[in-house]
Nanobody, 118 residues
Framework: QVQLVESGGGLVQAGGSLRLSCAAS????????MGWYRQPPGKQRELVAR???????TYTNSMKGRFTISRDNAKNTVYLQMNSLKPEDTAVYFC????????????WGQGTQVTVSS
């Protein structure tokens, strides 16, 4: 079973940038959808962005134009480039995948903390 490890979070000032990485222990080439999700303090987990096996992307409206999701199947890694960060982007960020049957490929891990100061 594939395991996913998120990294790249940290403390950044508003307007700054971070790039998150999601490294898989095995091949992600065949995984239908890979995505980034986040859980702000005291709130439920929400979708940030998804990317399909074919490279099509979907973003939550508040992230459009600021965040870019990409996947490198050769490196078994999914990235989230985050620009123009806002304090409301503060959250724990998680990655996960969805298989062809619509099931999560892994349980939710520790994620990586992103804190944006004003």
């Amino acid at each position: 079973q594939v395991q996913l490890v998120e990294s790249g979070g940290g403390l950044v000032q508003a307007g700054g940038s971070l790039r998150l990485s999601c490294a898989a222990s095995g091949s992600i080439f065949s995984i239908n959808i890979m995505g980034w999700y986040r859980q702000p303090p005291g709130k439920q987990r929400e979708l940030v962005a998804r990317i399909t096996r074919g490279g099509s992307t979907t973003y939550t409206n508040s992230m459009k134009g600021r965040f870019t999701i990409s996947r490198d199947n050769a490196k078994n890694t999914v990235y989230l480039q985050m620009n123009s960060l806002k304090p409301e982007d503060t959250a724990v960020y998680f990655c996960n995948g969805i298989d062809d049957r619509g099931r999560w490929i892994v349980g939710w891990g520790q994620g990586t903390q992103v804190t944006v100061s004003s």
